[in-house]
């Protein structure tokens, strides 16, 4: 037996808690970004997938808060760069920490002890002890919600790659298991990934038995 709960019939508060607690895990975008003086902002989002291979691109939504767009969010629609900064479990504490709601001129990679690095094609820096980095361009950005409740779901090409020399091989395969990457879940819950476990796509032709097609 299932519940079946409408979204309409539910408040936003309703809604969110759903939302979050149903589509997981979601891999974390830990966001570098510069205002138009180039301060520079640091926060994780959870609303982030990879969204093309061939025209290498992924998605990040960010949303308001009191009313305002949030920093991160305000940035990239200011200037249209970001990065993005894999996270780890030995940087979850850190991570964690810079989703506070810091004021305005907080610098929030100063508080967690990391460590600033140039990118190679846009202006936000990248996070040294993270080890993968993704330069991005944004590409589109669509406005979801209504005041206060409003998002930008930003689209962006990806530029430039920096991965961690021990975590790819001479073909361009990410060792999974050695990244250990987390992901966020439900409320304050994460996962882990230190046990991936593989499955091939099989041929149909071994999974169908032979005979006429059934419609």
Wanted: with cysteine.
């Amino acid at each position: 037996m299932h519940v079946a709960l409408d979204p309409t019939r539910l408040t936003p508060e309703q809604r969110h808690k759903l939302t979050i607690g149903t589509i997981v895990p979601r891999p974390i975008a830990w966001t570098t970004s510069v205002d138009a003086d180039g301060r520079v902002n640091l926060a994780p989002f959870s609303y982030f997938m990879g969204c093309h291979s061939y025209v290498p691109a992924l998605a990040i939504s960010i949303g308001s808060r009191g009313g305002q767009p949030k920093d991160t969010r305000a940035n990239i629609e200011a200037t249209g760069e970001l990065v993005v900064n894999m996270v780890t479990e030995d940087l979850a504490e850190r991570m964690n920490l810079t989703a506070a709601d810091f004021p305005p001129g907080i610098d929030e990679l100063a508080v967690a002890g990391l460590t600033p690095l140039p990118s190679a094609v846009v202006r936000p820096p990248r996070i040294a002890e993270s080890p993968i980095h993704i330069e991005c361009r944004v590409m589109h950005t669509l406005h979801l919600g209504e005041p206060p409740r409003v998002s930008a779901l930003f689209v962006a090409r990806i530029v430039m790659w920096h991965i961690r020399a021990d975590l790819v091989d001479a073909e361009l395969k990410v060792d999974q298991a050695a990244l250990g990457a987390i992901a966020r879940m439900g409320g304050p819950m994460y996962s882990r990934t230190r046990d991936p476990f593989t499955m091939k796509i099989p041929d149909w032709r071994s999974v169908v038995p032979p005979g006429p097609p059934t419609s």
